[in-house]
């Protein structure tokens, strides 16, 4: 994937560099850095390989649509290899891509959001981040789950049902959870890739995982099989029944 990502990102780009390069310096330094010293584009596709299957994670854990990730991955890529001359090392080119491709993504499913929706998720993260909101909600979950069988914990309806909790939870704390929960990443690599400070991430990510949390203990307590949906809220918003 990533030579194609490369070949189609920096086809007009590199057959214009092509045709000024003598032999020369590289006009890129951290290429003519990586490479020996040598003009070539080998270690911009190295770079793109390093990151690109985190980076479509990342993508694909908003979005659920390929078509749609491969375009944001192609547009990143795109604009790396336009700026490539603006990072030093290889962790700020990862940085640099991950942040860009979670915005892309968080961005394009926003969009797609009703007003009515987004006003609720305002509401919803502010009681998220209230520890007495999850302490009376609590009631309603199998409080043993986590001693359950292997087979029931890893089972493929429950991942079924975490998926669609991660995906119902306020566009804020799915991304902190997404980012540092699922691909575990460090708060300090989430802050950056979020641009956010990182106690907002601690607190983003404690939030959504008393929501995951409280998901899984809801799905034991209605019994193995039945799987609420999403984190036991029903249509009109309600997080105290399924």
Same mark, same amino acid.
């Given at each position: ?9 920096t +086809? ?6 092509d %045709?000024?390069?003598?032999g ?6 951290v290429?003519s850095l =990586? ?8 270690s911009?596709? *190295?770079? =793109?390989?390093?990151c690109?299957d985190?980076?479509?994670?990342f993508?694909?854990?908003f979005?659920h649509d390929?078509p !749609?990730?491969?375009?944001i991955?192609?547009e990143?890529?795109l604009a ?9 090392? +290889?962790?700020?080119?990862? %940085?640099?891509?991950?942040?860009t491709t979670?915005?892309?993504a968080? *961005?394009?499913?926003g969009?797609t959001r009703?007003r009515? @929706?987004?006003?609720h998720?305002h509401?919803?993260?502010f ?7 999850w302490?009376r909600? !609590?009631v309603?979950?199998?409080?043993a789950w986590?001693l359950?069988p292997?087979h029931?914990?890893?089972s493929a309806d429950l991942? +079924?049902?975490? &998926?669609k909790?991660v995906?119902t939870?306020?566009?804020e704390?799915r ?8 691909e *575990? ?5 989430g ?8 106690r907002?991430?601690r607190?983003?990510?404690e939030a959504?995982?008393?929501? =995951? &949390?409280h998901?899984?203990? @809801?799905?034991?307590?209605?019994? =193995?099989?039945?799987?609420? @949906? ?6 009109s918003?309600?997080?105290a +029944?399924?």
């Open positions: 994937m990533a030579a194609t990502f490369v070949k189609r990102a +086809r007009p780009e590199r057959q214009r560099k %045709a000024l390069s003598t020369g310096d590289s006009p890129y330094p290429l =990586v490479a020996g010293g040598e003009w070539n584009f080998t911009f596709e *190295e770079w =793109v390989g390093g690109e985190k980076a479509f994670r993508a694909m854990h979005l390929e !749609a990730v491969q375009e991955l192609q990143t890529f790396a290899w336009e700026t490539i001359q603006a990072f030093a090392s +290889r962790a700020r080119f990862n %940085a640099w891509v991950y942040r979670v915005k892309a968080v *961005e394009r499913l969009s009703s009515g @929706r987004v006003s998720e509401t919803l993260l009681l998220f981040a209230t520890r007495e909101f302490s909600v !609590a309603d979950e199998d409080p986590s359950r292997p029931q914990l890893g991942l +079924r049902h975490l &998926r909790t995906d939870l306020p566009l704390l991304a902190a959870f997404v980012v540092c929960g699922i *575990e990443m460090s708060l300090e690599e802050a950056d890739i979020l641009d956010l400070p990182v907002t991430v607190v983003q990510l959504a995982t008393m929501a =995951v &949390r998901a899984i203990g @809801r799905y034991f307590a209605l019994g =193995v099989g039945r799987g609420a @949906r999403g984190f036991a809220r029903d249509d918003g309600s997080l +029944r399924n």
